[in-house]
């Protein structure tokens, strides 16, 4: 019971077969299918996974099969699946930004039971955000297995709307990048500053972790640990002024719009 199939050996299906494998989930019980061989041969080579070319082949077993393909390959995937496959017997997982479960169940061949899942690739550490919505055909027993496969690669939050699904997008699957970028900002000019670029991502990956567990350890507001740092007069206020005059949050909110807005447009192509 309960073996998964990924379709997609790409970075977000990688990162959840890391975390599942990292919280004890047997190497059995999990196949990965991909077209061309080097990811999945990878995969399989370091973690004892199953893997096919075949999608078919992969999931003819599988009780959950996680659909890890770019967005625009979804429905060409379900419509292969479901030619093949006794379609109502499993539950399908999408992590697929901007293709909505209508289209997802069309392609499957009706109402199948499909939960649309917003991962982030920190998953890959057990430290990933999860929204899930599930589609009225889950059964209990399969919104629990997908609970538990979610909660070994981080946090899951149910949502009631699928265009909250968006708004998971926006905070938790893209956000990674944005403090990526954040840190890839400031390491550009530590090394201006003479850094080399070794000890420019060492000051930066651990100040940023530093404050990531600062608010993960604290029971204290963001906004008030921000202040802490920030002596009156100090080099901290003259920095977040420049962030500030520059319009840092309104910019934050400008992207995160940006996002919902470009999973919108996914959806209506
Ligand atoms: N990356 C992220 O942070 C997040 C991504 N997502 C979603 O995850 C999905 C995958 O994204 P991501 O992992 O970044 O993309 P990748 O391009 O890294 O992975 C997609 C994989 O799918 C493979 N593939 C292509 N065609 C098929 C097919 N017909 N059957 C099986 N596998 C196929 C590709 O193989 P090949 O390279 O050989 O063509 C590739 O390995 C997207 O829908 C995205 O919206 C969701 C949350 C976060
Ligand atoms: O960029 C994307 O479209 C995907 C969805 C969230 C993160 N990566």
């Known amino acids: 019971m309960n073996k998964v199939a990924f379709i997609g050996a790409g970075n977000m299906n990688r990162a959840i077969i890391l ?5 004890g989930v047997s190497a059995n019980d999990i196949t990965v299918s991909n077209p061309s061989p080097e990811k999945r041969e990878a995969l399989a080579k370091d973690y ?4 096919t070319a075949n999608n078919i082949d992969a999931a003819k077993d599988a009780d959950v099969i996680v659909l890890g393909v770019k967005p625009h390959l979804i429905e060409s995937v379900c419509k ?5 496959l006794p379609v109502n017997e499993k539950c399908f997982i999408s992590v697929a930004a901007g293709t909505t479960m209508a289209q997802i169940q069309a392609a499957l061949g009706g ?11 920190p998953s ?8 899930a919505f599930a589609s009225p055909q889950v059964t209990p027993a399969q919104k629990a297995y997908a609970d538990t496969l979610m909660k070994a690669t981080g946090i899951v939050k149910w949502l009631d709307e699928e265009s909250e699904i968006d708004h998971i997008i926006a905070v938790s699957g893209s956000g990674p990048a ?3 970028l954040f840190m890839e ?6 090394v ?5 670029e070794q000890e420019a991502r060492q000051l930066v990956q651990q100040t940023a972790l530093g404050a990531a567990n600062m608010v993960v350890e604290n029971d204290i507001s963001i906004a008030k640990l921000r202040e802490n740092v920030t002596s009156k007069g100090g080099t901290t206020q003259a920095a977040l002024k420049a962030f500030t005059d520059g319009g840092l949050p309104e910019l934050v909110s400008t992207a995160m719009q940006a996002a919902i807005a470009r999973a919108k447009e996914m959806a209506n192509k």
């Open 48 to 51: 004892g996974i199953k893997q």
């Open 192 to 196: 201006k500053l003479g850094f080399s």
């Open 185 to 190: 900002s400031m390491a550009a000019e530590a």
């Open 178 to 180: 944005y403090f990526f």
């Open 19 to 23: 975390g599942l494998i990292n919280n």
């Open 111 to 121: 109402n199948k039971s499909v939960i649309r899942s917003m991962p982030n690739t």
């Open 124 to 131: 890959q550490l057990g430290l990933g955000v999860s929204g």
């Open 80 to 84: 292969e699946l479901a030619s093949a």
